[in-house]
């Protein structure tokens, strides 16, 4: 696959993601900035964007969307969880939720 196919892959993942986010916030906007794991200040932002603006941000040639700080260990309690499919979904869940948000400091996010 070539760079270019990727550099398109990831913008269209970026709309999507971006898309998804405003969706959610929308809906409810406590529990998407806890599923999404963004602060209030950047919530606020997502939902502000216009459909140019949103465009624009997802050109970018990183993705916007990201692993939580998420261990491998943690990854893997995910993945190889012997419990049956019902109880998995809740235990990843769970897992998940207990990821704590920590924002990039200021300057990082270049």
Do not use: W
């Amino acid at each position: 696959m070539s760079q270019t196919n990727f550099l398109d892959e990831i913008q269209e993942l970026n709309l999507a993601y971006l898309l998804l986010a405003q969706r959610l916030l929308d809906e409810d906007r406590e529990a998407a900035m806890f599923r999404l794991k963004i602060d209030s200040d950047v919530a606020a932002l997502i939902v502000s964007l216009s459909a140019r603006q949103l465009t624009k941000l997802a050109r970018t040639s990183q993705l916007l969307c990201r692993f939580s700080q998420m261990s491998a260990e943690r990854l893997r309690q995910l993945t190889d969880n012997p419990r049956d499919q019902g109880l998995a979904g809740l235990h990843a869940s769970l897992l998940l939720a207990g990821e704590t948000f920590e924002p990039m400091p200021p300057g990082e996010a270049k």
